[in-house]
């Protein structure tokens, strides 16, 4: 599971995420929980999967001015 701690741009977040889809890796939004947004994907690795929910975001011109945190759970 990967968690995205964000306190802002939740909506486009998801979107980006659930529209990721790159060398077969993707990710499902499974729920919100306050500032924390939970993530399945497909990629068996959840440290390396959280590291490229982070960069997905960042790659964004919103991301890449925000402060999040993306950690594997």
Known sequence: MVVINA?????K???ELKN???????FR????K?????FET????QEQAAR??????KDT???SVMYFQATAE
């Open 29 to 32: 939004f499974i729920e919100k």
């Open 42 to 45: 497909s990629l068996e690795d």
């Open 61 to 63: 011109p919103w991301g």
């Open 34 to 38: 306050a500032m924390k947004l939970y």
């Open 13 to 15: 977040i998801i979107d």
């Open 7 to 11: 306190p802002l741009q939740q909506d």
């Open 52 to 57: 490229l929910a982070r960069q997905a975001i």
């Open 20 to 26: 990721y889809n790159k060398d077969g890796v993707s």
